[in-house]
């Protein structure tokens, strides 16, 4: 069975090298071209490029997935099958290619968080289970058929990057699991019931700004669903601040929401029921730090509060 591999960040590794360790013929891995990144904007290839190279398979990377010659490249290779892990919509004439269809890896229970982001949403609406999906894929995005799932519990204080590591682990034995599936002719699939559908949109930098005045749970759950990447942020002394990792108190907050208070040396700051205490954050144009080290180097003036604004 020849396999066409598409993907592009971290999170698809795992799944590749399964696939690869367990002999399946991966005729060709598709991704994005690489792209400059950071300050200095030197080009880095996407992760998974670095991967496929390492294991000595072929790199199609595409700018387009519309252009008639990717659709060329990939009718040219015959593949049976094509997996997609954290790639892009593919168009109806790429994923009717294979005789034995596509299927993609998704990073949740379907059709609970469809979309972009489905574990930061996951952690920001509070979930305690969360799990990966593989489907095949239809029309409309996210909707296709289910073909296996795998449910994995979420810590309480687990961040959106600490959580995306455990699924790509799961979901890396599900795409391997469901290659097997459709390898035997064994697969039987569900139709996914729209009724319970939830969506999980791309982020923007507009959603990631932290409301101080709501319940200290949900600005936790608000932290961790961001962290490490794209962080939520608030404003101190009119610069960023953002912050990566919170703790619960479970003490009464008296002051405004966004008052900050040290004590101990341990950073603090008033939510809209409790006072939650601050981990790890990072001031606009300095490195990310612990909080003990922040508030060492920090002046931090009694009234100091998070705001909303830079002004």
């Known amino acids: ?12 590794v795992p799944s590749l090298r399964a696939l690869v360790n367990s002999g ?11 792209e400059p990144r950071g300050r200095g904007l030197k080009v880095f290839p996407p992760a998974i490029k670095s991967a496929a190279e390492g294991l000595g398979l072929p790199v199609i990377q595409v700018a387009s997935l519309k252009d008639p010659g990717f659709a060329g490249s990939i009718n040219s290779i015959s593949p049976d099958l094509i997996v997609v ?21 998704h990073a949740s229970l379907l059709p609970r968080y469809r979309g972009a982001a489905p574990i930061n949403w996951a952690i920001i ?3 305690r289970e969360t799990g990966v999906t593989t489907f095949f894929l239809d029309e409309k995005v996210d909707t296709g058929r289910i073909i296996l799932q795998k449910k994995i519990t979420i810590g309480g204080d687990e961040t959106a990057g600490e959580l995306a590591d455990r699924l790509s682990a799961t979901g890396s034995d599900a795409v391997l699991e469901t ?8 697969v039987k699939v569900m ?8 969506k999980a949109p791309k982020i923007s930098k507009e959603d990631c700004l932290i409301e101080w005045s709501k319940p200290a749970e949900a600005v936790h759950n608000f932290i961790r669903g961001f962290s490490p990447e794209p962080a939520a942020f608030s404003f101190m002394n009119g610069k960023m601040l953002k912050v990566f990792r ?42 990310k730090l612990d909080a003990r080290e922040f508030v060492r180097g920090a002046r931090i003036e009694s009234g100091t509060r998070l705001n909303r604004s830079s002004i």
Not at 1 to 12: D, L, Q, S
Not at 24 to 34: G, H, Q
């Open 125 to 127: 609406n509070g979930e």
């Open 246 to 287: 919170t703790k619960r108190t479970g003490e009464s907050n008296t002051d405004q929401p966004g008052s900050v208070s040290v004590v101990g040396g341990r950073l603090f700051v008033g939510c809209g029921d409790e006072k939650l205490e601050i981990l790890e954050l990072q001031s606009e144009g300095k490195k």
């Open 179 to 186: 290659v097997k599936m459709i390898e035997q002719g064994t």
């Open 85 to 105: 892990v954290a790639f892009r919509i593919l168009p109806r004439e790429i994923f009717t290619i294979p005789k034995l269809g596509t299927f993609n890896l």
């Open 1 to 12: 069975m020849r396999i066409v591999f598409m993907g592009t960040p971290e999170f698809a």
């Open 24 to 34: 399946f013929e991966i005729a060709a891995v598709v991704t994005n071209p690489d």
């Open 191 to 198: 139709e996914q019931d729209g009724t319970l559908a939830t």
